[in-house]
């Protein structure tokens, strides 16, 4: 079992900056592959970006240049930096990880982008 816990979220000024992290804890050694998917009210969830525990990223093709993401390979901890941030980005994150050929999700950390 892995249990991920999103933090971070908040709300934020357009052209602001957040940044989310996330926690893996559970019975795990090393999650290959961690990332972010956001989903905004009406619509289907996203992929933002992930990252493989050898630092191969990917993301959306959208967001490439305002959003980085990293983790900490030694506390299982993922983060996202999200920059120039636009109304169209307010969504709920999660969290996200694959292990043993299962999917797990994050509550879900709630962004607001507004004036």
């Known amino acids: 079992q892995v249990q991920l816990v999103e933090s971070g979220g908040g709300l934020v000024q357009p052209g602001g900056s957040l940044r989310l992290s996330c926690a893996a804890s559970g019975t795990i050694f090393r999650l290959y592959v961690m990332g972010w998917y956001r989903q905004a009210p009406g619509k289907q969830r996203e992929l933002v970006a992930t990252?493989?525990?050898?630092?191969?990223?990917n993301y959306a093709d959208s967001l490439k240049g305002r959003f980085t993401i990293s983790r900490d390979n030694f506390k299982n901890t993922v983060y996202l930096q999200m920059n120039s941030l636009k109304p169209e980005d307010t969504a709920t994150y999660y969290c996200y990880t694959n292990f043993h050929a299962r999917d797990y999700w994050g509550q879900g950390t709630q962004v607001t982008v507004s004036s």
């Open positions: 990252v493989t525990s050898g630092g191969t990223t």
